[in-house]
């Protein structure tokens, strides 16, 4: 069951402030607060979802294509393409999820 006490949620309803790298409809691209690369941006779907799982089974085709076509725009304007990327997304307790949304790190 989703929880909306957790920082993503916060900030996709600004209740904390950010300065997004891109957005859209269905999600937003902020930087990493503690990047592992010198480009880290994390792309956050806006509807509560809790890992990719439940984002790939319940989201809407708009919503889906919105986010992966946003994650290729950025790989654009990072300037990533060239050289290579990196995109990790977590689940769960194997996985390593720490905070219960689903997002993507985009690494390069």
């Known amino acids: ?9 916060k900030i996709i ?3 904390i402030p950010s300065d997004p790298v891109m957005e859209s409809k269905y999600f937003i691209a902020i ?3 503690s990047p592992k690369a010198p480009t880290h ?3 956050i779907p806006k509807n509560s979802y809790i890992d990719y799982y439940d984002f790939i089974t319940n989201a809407k ?3 889906i294509v919105d986010v992966n076509k946003g994650i290729a725009k950025l790989i654009e304007v990072m300037g990533l393409v ?3 990327y990196r995109i990790v997304t977590n689940s769960k307790l194997f996985g390593q ?6 997002h993507f790190h985009l690494m390069g």
Request: no cysteine; hydrophobic share 35%.
């Open 1 to 9: 069951m989703y929880n909306q006490d957790n920082v993503f949620y």
């Open 13 to 15: 309803n600004n209740q």
């Open 31 to 33: 930087n990493d607060i």
């Open 41 to 43: 941006v994390l792309i």
């Open 61 to 63: 085709d708009e919503e």
């Open 82 to 84: 060239e050289n290579g």
């Open 97 to 102: 999820q720490e905070i219960m949304h689903v």
